[in-house]
């Protein structure tokens, strides 16, 4: 099936930008196969809902040159969970293509003003660690007077992160902080840093900051290279010492690292840098699974009936970075029984700045996704994302934990200290 033929307009003719959505919209043959999996076409059934949908708008927009607030929604209600990619046989960068013409469109048509705020506002706090650490100290302390889409957010407890081992070891790794989940969930790269001591691998810490995605995608996308850059100059130092990898515990960060060098080719000063931290990020499945070998630490069978786990595994880790299969398979060989999920593709409607400003859509994609979960009977819920975690945890009657704190737990009681 071809696609309907277009021109760009005047504006966008014979200009690099131009050419670049051009050959990134010609590559869609609008064959709907990305429908079936899009989140936000199989909840609202509109076809302007869907990748294909979204496409065609894009076209019409880059061929009239006109820009409305129908088609800034429309891409607004776009998660960038990037499922439509993994199902494209043209391999459409779908999700390239939303941020380019995002950002363009925010050039060209103001928002009102409140919205505007928001959204500001959102840039300024979330990828500021302390300043977060603070806004969600004084959200908790003031909750009752919160709405109660961000109330369910800060009302959720917070685990104590128990100890962080530091012995001499003749490997290391550093393990990405970021911006929310030191607030939200120490307890996750603390999990982290005891297991990989299991494997004779110390884990340090950086200064790093967000890992820049929240701005591009919230079409902000300099504000977004100037985080990437500030990243890099805080994690150079122990690069050239010689760390191993850089350890990602929450998959959407991990997603955005994998991008850096792509993302700043054409940055003279950081190009090389860039695809250096692309190079060294690696999610914590795939250390965990590389080196947790055939006859190391074995987990005897436990008494009873294991643990029922659903496992949902972020888009972010599943599309954003094609690890599929890895987790599932550290959580049975730990013990774990896992529950055979529907639709295991689909969104839960967190995505990043997403449940904030588009929380109707968010919460019908969560109560979906909870469906498909909570329908296997299970006592947990297990995942790999802390935006992921925190905006299932908010609504679910059972447990949403980070899997490698499952592990850690699991070892703990194997293998006591």
Known sequence: MAHVEFELAPQFANTPFGEEVEELLDKCIDCGQCMVKCPTFRLLNEDEESPRGRIQLMRKMYA??????????????CLTCRSCEAMCPEHVPFGHLLDITKSYIESQLPRPFHTRMLRFGMRMLIPHR?????????????????????????????AAPGPWPDKPRKRSMLVWKGC????????????????????????????????????????????????????????????????????????????????????????PRYAAKAQRITDLTRDVAEVVAAEWREGLLTIPQ?????????????????HGQNINGVVEKI??????????????FLCCGSAGS???????????????????????????????????QHHLAAT????????????????????PH
């Open 64 to 77: 009239t040159g006109a820009v409305d607030h129908e088609v800034q929604q429309r891409l607004d209600h």
């Open 130 to 158: 302390r300043r977060f650490a603070l806004a969600l100290g004084l959200g908790r302390m003031f909750r009752k007077h919160l709405p109660p889409v961000l109330r369910a957010k800060v009302e959720q407890p917070v």
């Open 180 to 267: 929310v989940q030191p607030s939200l969930a120490p307890s996750i790269n603390a999990a982290t840093a005891r297991v990989l001591d299991r494997f004779g691998i110390r884990l340090i810490t950086g200064d790093e900051g967000c890992c820049g995605a929240l701005s591009l995608h919230m079409a902000a996308p300099e504000e977004s290279l100037a985080h990437m850059r500030r990243n890099i100059d805080a994690l150079w130092p122990q690069v050239e010492a010689g760390i191993e990898a850089i350890v990602m515990t929450s998959s959407g960060c991990g997603a955005h690292l994998r991008d850096y060098g792509k993302l700043l080719a054409d940055d």
């Open 302 to 318: 436990r008494a009873g009936t294991p643990p029922r786990i659903a496992w949902q595994s972020p888009c972010s880790l599943q």
């Open 331 to 344: 959580l049975k060989r730990a013990g774990f029984k896992l529950a055979l999920v529907d639709y295991p």
């Open 354 to 388: 997403f449940s904030v400003l588009e929380p109707e859509l968010a919460a019908g994609l969560r109560e979906a996704k909870l469906k498909t979960l909570l329908g296997t009977r299970a006592t947990m819920i297990a995942t790999a994302n802390i935006g992921c």
């Open 396 to 415: 679910s009657p059972v447990p949403v934990r980070h899997w490698i704190e499952l592990l850690d737990e699991t070892f703990a009681e194997a293998y």
